[in-house]
């Protein structure tokens, strides 16, 4: 696979086993690995570095399954320690199951299809940011 600069299409943080809107993400992170000003910056300033080629890999929290079909994972140089991020480029699809009723619902209301009760689609792009074992997933698989 052709190594180019990751581009950013979509984000989710994966804290924990649970799926946390990007807007919390930086608060996350920051509390996740206990850093100061200079760290926090670090994570502002990361540029992807590490290139792992992956083919066949699942990651699944909570309701949400990634599955990457194949392609390249660049993951976010480690902050205080610990990496915390990663770009993804090549053929990959999600599957979101949520588990209540609700939940349902309200993905058929904001989906406009009175149907849906799991939300599928594809992409090309994908970055995550993360404060479990994910970067350890993602080289295992390698």
């Not at 194949?70 to 090549?90: H, I, Q, T, Y």
């Not at 949520?98 to 149907?115: F, G, I, Y």
Request: net charge neutral; glycine share 8%; charged share 25%.
């Amino acid at each position: 696979m052709k190594a180019s600069k990751p581009r950013v299409a979509a984000a989710l943080l994966l804290a924990g086993g649970a799926i946390l809107p990007v807007r919390d993400a930086a608060a996350q992170i920051k509390a996740a690995v206990h850093v100061s000003d200079s760290g926090y910056e670090a994570l502002r300033a990361a540029k992807p570095a590490e290139g792992i080629e992956v083919q066949g890999l699942a990651l699944e929290r909570d309701a949400l399954r990634f599955e990457f079909e194949s392609g390249l994972f660049w993951l976010l140089p480690p902050v205080r320690g610990r990496v915390v991020g990663a770009v993804f480029e090549g053929k990959g699809k999600y599957t979101l199951t949520p588990d209540r009723e609700s939940e349902r619902r309200h993905l058929a209301v904001v989906t406009e299809n009175k149907s849906l009760s799991v939300l599928t689609d594809s992409f090309e792009e994908l970055v995550l940011l993360f404060t479990d074992g994910t970067a350890d997933e993602i080289r295992k698989s390698a």
